[in-house]
């Protein structure tokens, strides 16, 4: 955690950078570390839901149906899941 000190002193040099060169300021405010991860979390889930879409297919060819129904019953309610909270992310106010 940075002082008030510390803070006022980063918010007066970020000041001078951008007045010295707002487009080299312009390129690091379209830099969010946040969005980088939250690709990589969309990412990481989409391929959990693509292995367990696959496992329920293995086990529905296997013939075990019960398991193949509740892993494709999960693997629907985690993309319907994944879908609302994109959506409610998008329009917050509805």
Known sequence: ???RHERD???EIESALVSADPRLAEQFDR???CRHRAGVRR???FLLLALVALL???CLVSGLMLSSITLASG????AVGVWWHARRKRHPGH
């Open 9 to 11: 002193r980063l918010a």
């Open 56 to 58: 329920a297919l293995l």
């Open 1 to 3: 955690m940075l002082s």
């Open 75 to 78: 693997a629907v309610a985690g």
């Open 43 to 45: 990412l990481l889930g």
């Open 31 to 33: 830099f969010d570390a």
